[in-house]
């Protein structure tokens, strides 16, 4: 009964969203957290003091992804009416107008770089916008940015899923980077097949077999250095596999290598160098601050997590206010519960590096004040509903974490392991997708369901750093289906009520990701690691 009650907010929660006339995410998803809360009160007898502060800390840690979203939208606004969006497309254009140049340039290389400084969704809300000014259509951008975004998220962060997400389980340096090193293995098998399913979400099959040559260099640009760096570090192999795979791309699509030849359409002769200069200025600016705030061996990313205390009040019952020298702002003891959310604000890729760039940029664009009145004004209209989407997600996936080992999410996690036994490494990575899904985060996925897939493996005679693995890879794969960055790229790029029909075309890649992550694990790691 706990299994069957646990799992079923999913499956109605999938169901309202794919059916016909789906319910969009923002009527879904608090309808989900209200039948969740109704099963914690008639069933699992949870007490008001401790939902009242999970409600409370949802409220508060939905501040992260929604001004991600936030930033995001403004620099896409400001981006589309300063001109920068316009000069970019003709210029990507002029570099090569093949429109599967274009998707992997932007949609496979761009993303996997700026995954490797920040994930957080940022990927597909940076890159996304790119691609739909070059004309692509909105709604297969969002799906294509969703199944690309996956190969690189387990290093994403500057490696935060591997390092912090298994930090509870208390592994040794050399298992970590063992864990590292497989999880990038699986990766980079998929990666010869996902981009391809990604591609033909917006072009044809015979598009593809036609730039198949310029696709694999692009991703062999990206996961070959990508899948070396793992061998001795799980910091840097997505962000320096992005960097060299894109500059590679970017030769290759230069000099037409591997790309079946097109006539350029477009006006890219008033593009001068100047004006190309000028209009990656903001996007250059954005990159470099994200990369700088996130280097361990410089003292930003210290100084932005900062926890040490420099403020703090009682509000009441609600619980301790605190403020650090990191400026993270702390709820601690909500209703005199051990619930506490906290919100970083200078770490969350929000107002840095979002709104600062924009705040810097605007005066070198010549913006007006009423141009600047309505990218602030537009932006904060457009979150509106995003808002209510997250808040009830959230509210969701916290209250399903209630309880410790008897949760719902645990529960349905150690019935799938128990099942399955020693067939789990088909499983496993699907756990991890799972974590993905609810969480919206990698990290928070290797959090939630590291214990479990490490008690799994354990009893079952299975490798831990194999099963670690899977789970890594499962909380990466799950990205494409989560409904907190889908309700984000789907926000960026004004789709309304979409996120359904965006779930039924990302679930299928899921899988196929899936079925490669227990192929590789059960037939290429043995052959290099001794499992």
Known sequence: MAFALSIFPIILLIYLMVKRN??????????????????????????IATISANVTASI????????????????????????????????????????????MIIGWAFAF????ASGFGTPAAIAAPILVGLGFNPIKVAVLALIMNSVPVSFGAVGTPTWFGFGPLKLGENEILTIGSMTALIHSVAAFIIPLMALRVIVSWKEIRQNLMFIYISVFGCVVPYFIIAQFNYEFPALVGGAIGLLISVFAANRNIGLVKMENHLDSNAVTTSQVIKALLP???LISILIITRIQQLPFKAWMND???????????????????????????????????????????????FVITVLIVIPLFSMTFKQTKEIFGDSLRRTKNPFIALVGA????????????????????????????????????????????????????????????????????????????LQSVGGA????????NIVAVSSVLGTNNQEGNIIKQTVLPMFVYGIIAALVALFIIPLFFNV
């Open 113 to 116: 770089m700026i995954e490797g």
């Open 477 to 484: 794969m799950g990205n494409m289906v989560c409904i907190n």
């Open 60 to 103: 508060v840690a939905v501040q992260t992804p929604i001004t991600v979203i936030f930033g995001a939208i403004l620099f896409n606004k400001f981006s589309e009416m300063s001109g920068v969006t316009n000069v970019l497309r003709r210029w990507l254009g002029n570099i090569n107008p093949n429109p599967v140049a274009q998707l």
């Open 394 to 469: 959230l509210i969701m996936v916290n209250l399903m974490l209630v309880g410790g080992e008897t949760s719902m999410v645990k529960t349905i996690g150690k019935t799938f392991a128990e099942t399955t036994g020693e067939h789990w490494t088909w499983f496993s990575s699907y756990l991890g997708a799972v974590g993905a899904f609810f969480s919206g985060s990698n990290t928070v996925s290797n959090l939630t369901f590291g214990s479990v897939q490490l008690s799994t493996a354990e009893i079952t005679g299975l490798s831990t750093a194999l099963v670690l693995a």
């Open 22 to 47: 789906a319910l969009p995410s923002y009527v879904a998803l608090p309808w989900i957290a209200v039948v969740v809360l109704m099963i914690h009160l008639a069933y699992f007898g949870t007490d």
């Open 283 to 285: 996007t250059g600016m």
């Open 307 to 353: 926890t040490t205390t420099w403020f703090t009040t009682r509000i009441g019952s609600l619980g301790d206010f605190e403020i650090s020298h990191g400026l993270v702002f702390s709820l601690k003891n909500i209703f005199d519960t051990s619930v506490s959310a906290s919100y970083k604000l200078l770490y969350v890729p929000a107002f840095i590096p």
